[in-house]
């Protein structure tokens, strides 16, 4: 049995990725192919418990630091039981966040030392890596307008101020840049089915995927 695709979204706040989430786990699955779509942090029972305590509250409940490692415990038990057996199955797995996120939110946004964050990747994700990495980019003041309006109570991360989500954006961006192969820039400014027709594109030329 061949591994399946691994497909990740990636980005800022409010850049509509769980709806795109959706909308290509649907086309992929008209397609012929079984997906296990999830979500970061969580996607697992014990990795949704971290997700509790790691979104909820003031804004600097957590260092950064202590985020990393919480992320982290998330990300390795997601892996170990809903990521890696979904792709040694051959199933697609379309993930909302993956390891990127700790990257940009915990490193370049949140001061973390890089050499940490290549330590914990190197470690915990081992073969587990993306096939292909969605960038969601749009303006901060854009995607935290967008965040506010549907305001719930995981809102630690959007409360950190707009100097935090630019050197977000700038770190994603970077992400991008240096790995060209893996990631695709999406502009996420534009409206829900222009994105919709461009991630598929970018799906269907990169994983070779006929509908
Ligand atoms: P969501 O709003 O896309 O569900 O993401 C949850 C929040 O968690 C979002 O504000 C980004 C943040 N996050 C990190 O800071 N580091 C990570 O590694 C992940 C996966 C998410």
């Known amino acids: 049995m061949a591994r399946g695709r691994f497909i990740t979204f990636e980005g800022g706040e409010g850049g509509g990725k769980s709806t795109q989430v959706k909308r290509l786990v649907a086309r992929l699955q008209a397609a012929g192919i079984t997906v296990v779509a999830t979500r970061e942090p969580g996607g697992s029972p014990g990795a949704e418990a971290i997700r509790e305590i790691v979104l909820k509250g003031a804004a600097d409940r957590w260092s950064p630091i202590t985020e990393t490692l919480l992320m982290y415990a998330a990300r390795r038990d997601h892996i170990e039981r809903v990521i890696a057996p979904a792709l040694a199955r051959g199933d ?4 909302d966040r993956f390891a990127d996120s700790t990257r940009a939110y915990q490193g370049g946004a949140g001061g973390v030392d890089s050499g940490l964050i290549d330590a914990l990747e190197a470690e915990v994700l081992g073969e587990t890596r993306p096939d292909l990495t969605l960038v969601f980019d749009l303006p901060p003041e854009v995607g935290l307008e967008r965040a506010h309006a549907r305001a719930g109570s995981e809102m630690r991360f959007e409360s950190k101020g707009l100097a935090f ?32 027709g461009e991630v598929w594109r970018t799906v269907s030329e990169r994983l070779a995927v006929h509908a």
């Open 92 to 95: 697609w797995v379309v993930c």
């Open 165 to 196: 989500h630019a050197r977000l954006r700038e770190a994603f961006a970077a992400i991008a840049a240096g790995e060209p192969e893996r990631c695709a820039v999406i502009d996420a400014t534009r409206t829900m089915d222009e994105v919709d």
